[in-house]
């Protein structure tokens, strides 16, 4: 065999690894066979051998601890525990499989980059390879999550959690995790530092672990999440279909809403029990006042979200638990539909204030969220819902009682069906649609803005008022009380009885409108800056409803 067939390759690396003087032949066999046993994972080894990503396997030595072995990247060197070595015991095999897809995870992230501050492009270091591992080597309880969410799920279902990688600068976020592409994206800065000093400072170190915690329950959640979002389209079309003349789309987002509240909460649930797991391996005994301490001492804090769970009451100065909560003799938290509940009015209910998630870190989770059930709504209402002129007629929502506000979903971003783009026309019809919020009474008309718009295009992630009569300079040769629709119409009129004269004096004074003008203005540079860019970027809004892709579920700061 040629030294480039990827198979050579990675039989080179066995064979070395049956040579070693410290491995026995049934292990170099036991490897051997579990690599032989999933041809996936044998794949995605031979592509690493290739790479030159891996050339090495290495018994962990017998004075050390790796539940999840180790990756060098600087050696290409794969460390994997020595008792899952041990042939005979399918527990043990299976965990070997486990970690070699660990391993082959790390591995790709090793080889990655991530942005600085100063949104230079960076490689993944050794110390963020080594501090990402150790955060996982620590916690049982984030171990057994981390290999339930990388096994395959029936039939021929991929693993929820596929890949690590980085969190881009610009993403306001703990951690996210992304359900199309699998892949868990963790704050660089975090672990970026050497391996002594991640270890002394037990901020970072326990809020990465929550954090890892709370989106690998994403992962496990994200089946369950997938029929909700099949559900939702399905009721929204159906309101589209046959809900005339209301249009009222409340209650299917309602549902979905709360569908996001509970998996945010369940993830909380798991972070809690990440962090809590690693204290109790130095301190067996730990509960919730020593999780209530690690938040609030004074030198060296852990992480604050622990706050979330448990409190100091006044008067009896006793750690309690946050009302609703109901916790295990040792200290664990069940998801239960009770501690569900509490959590989520402990924790997705919050402020945006206190969140500070999504596109600009103001958003809470009901408007992060929103933003994509609002747009899946919005492609649906336009394809289906017509009135008998051929008009798409409003939408109706309670905004009150989805917790949604016009502002913050616009900042997080809208998108329109592809034939509504505010490019090229710019005009309001293709840049708007009217909602009418009944949640008030009496209902108030208001208006959704396309802002999930290509880069450098105006409007793009903010809000967009609209003036109010008295805001608007009154254009030459026009009533300030005119409104657009009697304008258009006496424009009609002239040109039905052949009064050009007045016809162009109307367009002209039409034209000076301020909002018109930013409109051509607008559009006119979106054309020529960002015409290409933007049907690039647009793509992924082309597909009908069912195919949007979901926000990524992410973790606040």
Same mark, same amino acid.
């Given at each position: 065999?040629?030294?480039?067939?990827?198979?050579?390759?990675?039989?080179?690396?066995?064979?070395?690894?049956?040579?070693?003087?410290?491995?026995?032949?049934?292990?170099?066999?036991?490897?051997?066979?579990?690599?032989?046993?999933?041809?996936?994972?044998?794949?995605?080894?031979?592509?690493?051998?290739?790479?030159?990503?891996?050339?090495?396997?290495?018994?962990?030595?017998?004075?050390?601890?790796?539940?999840?072995?180790?990756?060098?990247?600087? =050696?290409?060197?794969?460390?994997?525990?020595?008792?899952?070595?041990?042939?005979?015991?399918?527990?043990?095999?299976?965990?070997?499989?486990?970690?070699?897809?660990?391993?082959?995870?790390?591995?790709?992230?090793?080889?990655?980059?991530?942005?600085?501050?100063?949104?230079?492009?960076?490689?993944?270091?050794?110390?963020?390879?080594?501090?990402?591992?150790?955060?996982?080597?620590?916690?049982?309880?984030?171990?057994?999550?981390?290999?339930?969410?990388?096994?395959?799920?029936?039939?021929?279902?991929?693993?929820?959690?596929?890949?690590?990688?980085?969190?881009?600068?610009?993403?306001?976020?703990?951690?996210?995790?992304?359900?199309?592409?699998?892949?868990?994206?963790?704050?660089?800065?975090?672990?970026?530092?050497?391996?002594?000093?991640?270890?002394?400072? =037990?901020?970072?170190?326990?809020?990465?672990?929550?954090?890892?915690?709370?989106?690998?329950?994403?992962?496990?959640?994200?089946?369950?999440?997938?029929?909700?979002?099949?559900?939702?389209?399905?009721?929204?079309?159906?309101?589209?279909?046959?809900?005339?003349?209301?249009?009222?789309?409340?209650?299917?987002?309602?549902?979905?809403?709360?569908?996001?509240?509970?998996?945010?909460?369940?993830?909380?649930?798991?972070?809690?029990?990440?962090?809590?797991?690693?204290?109790?391996?130095?301190?067996?005994?730990?509960?919730?006042?020593?999780?209530?301490?690690?938040?609030?001492?004074?030198?060296?804090?852990?992480?604050?979200?622990?706050?979330?769970?448990?409190?100091?009451?006044?008067?009896?100065?006793?750690?309690?638990?946050?009302?609703?909560?109901?916790?295990?003799?040792?200290?664990?938290?069940?998801?239960?539909?009770?501690?569900?509940?509490?959590?989520?009015?402990?924790?997705?209910?919050?402020?945006?204030?206190?969140?500070?998630?999504?596109?600009?870190?103001?958003?809470?989770?009901?408007?992060?969220?929103?933003?994509?059930?609002?747009?899946?709504?919005?492609?649906?209402?336009?394809?289906?819902?017509?009135?008998?002129?051929?008009?798409?007629?409003?939408?109706?929502?309670?905004?009150?009682?989805?917790?949604?506000?016009?502002?913050?979903?616009?900042?997080?971003?809208?998108?329109?069906?592809?034939?509504?783009?505010?490019?090229?026309?710019?005009?309001?019809?293709?840049?708007?649609?009217?909602?009418?919020?009944?949640?008030?009474?009496?209902? %108030?008309?208001?208006?959704?803005?396309?802002?999930?718009?290509?880069?450098?295009?105006?409007?793009?992630?903010?809000?967009?008022?609209?003036?109010?009569?008295?805001?608007?300079?009154?254009?030459?040769?026009?009533?300030?009380?005119?409104?657009?629709?009697?304008?258009?119409?006496?424009?009609?009129?002239?040109?039905?009885?052949?009064?050009?004269?007045?016809?162009?004096?109307?367009?002209?004074?039409?034209?000076?409108?301020?909002?018109?003008?930013?409109?051509? =203005?607008?559009?006119?540079?979106?054309?020529?800056?960002?015409?290409?860019?933007?049907?690039?970027?647009?793509?992924?809004?082309?597909?009908?409803?069912?195919?949007?892709?979901?926000?990524? %579920?992410?973790?606040?700061?």
């Amino acid at each position: 065999m040629s030294d480039s067939n990827p198979a050579a390759q990675l039989d080179a690396a066995l064979q070395r690894f049956a040579q070693r003087p410290d491995v026995a032949p049934a292990q170099a066999a036991h490897l051997r066979a579990t690599l032989a046993a999933d041809a996936a994972l044998r794949a995605d080894y031979q592509a690493l051998a290739a790479s030159g990503h891996v050339r090495d396997f290495a018994p962990s030595p017998a004075d050390t601890v790796l539940p999840i072995g180790r990756y060098d990247r600087a =050696a290409a060197l794969v460390t994997v525990p020595a008792e899952q070595l041990r042939t005979g015991d399918a527990a043990e095999s299976a965990a070997l499989a486990g970690t070699l897809r660990l391993q082959q995870m790390f591995a790709g992230y090793a080889h990655g980059h991530w942005t600085d501050a100063g949104q230079r492009e960076q490689p993944v270091s050794q110390d963020m390879v080594d501090n990402l591992q150790a955060t996982l080597n620590a916690s049982p309880v984030l171990e057994a999550q981390l290999r339930q969410a990388i096994a395959g799920r029936p039939p021929s279902q991929g693993a929820p959690v596929r890949a690590f990688e980085s969190l881009p600068g610009t993403v306001h976020a703990g951690g996210t995790y992304t359900p199309d592409t699998g892949a868990l994206a963790l704050p660089p800065a975090a672990l970026h530092r050497p391996p002594v000093a991640f270890q002394q400072d =037990a901020y970072a170190r326990t809020d990465l672990m929550f954090v890892m915690g709370h989106e690998l329950q994403h992962g496990l959640n994200a089946a369950d999440k997938r029929v909700e979002r099949a559900r939702f389209i399905e009721d929204i079309a159906q309101v589209a279909r046959n809900g005339g003349p209301a249009y009222d789309y409340t209650a299917p987002l309602a549902r979905y809403q709360q569908a996001a509240r509970s998996d945010e909460a369940k993830a909380q649930i798991a972070g809690w029990n990440a962090i809590l797991s690693e204290l109790q391996q130095g301190s067996p005994g730990a509960n919730l006042a020593e999780m209530f301490d690690l938040a609030n001492r004074t030198e060296n804090a852990g992480t604050q979200r622990i706050k979330d769970f448990v409190f100091r009451e006044d008067g009896s100065r006793q750690v309690e638990a946050r009302p609703g909560l109901a916790f295990e003799p040792d200290g664990s938290l069940r998801m239960t539909e009770s501690n569900i509940a509490a959590v989520a009015q402990h924790y997705f209910d919050k402020s945006p204030e206190q969140t500070r998630i999504g596109h600009h870190g103001d958003s809470d989770y009901p408007n992060y969220y929103g933003a994509d059930a609002v747009t899946v709504v919005i492609y649906t209402h336009r394809q289906l819902a017509r009135q008998a002129d051929g008009s798409t007629p409003p939408i109706q929502l309670d905004m009150g009682r989805l917790r949604l506000d016009e502002v913050l979903l616009e900042r997080n971003g809208l998108a329109f069906p592809p034939s509504h783009t505010p490019l090229p026309t710019g005009a309001d019809t293709d840049m708007r649609q009217a909602y009418v919020d009944i949640g008030q009474t009496p209902p %108030v008309t208001g208006h959704f803005d396309f802002t999930r718009t290509p880069e450098g295009t105006p409007h793009r992630h903010q809000h967009r008022p609209i003036s109010t009569p008295e805001e608007v300079r009154p254009a030459a040769g026009v009533s300030q009380y005119d409104s657009l629709s009697t304008q258009l119409d006496r424009m009609l009129a002239a040109l039905e009885t052949g009064d050009t004269r007045s016809f162009h004096q109307m367009a002209d004074a039409l034209a000076q409108r301020p909002a018109v003008q930013t409109m051509q =203005a607008e559009a006119a540079y979106a054309i020529e800056q960002q015409a290409q860019a933007a049907e690039a970027q647009l793509q992924p809004f082309h597909a009908p409803p069912a195919h949007l892709h979901p926000a990524p %579920v992410m973790e606040m700061r």
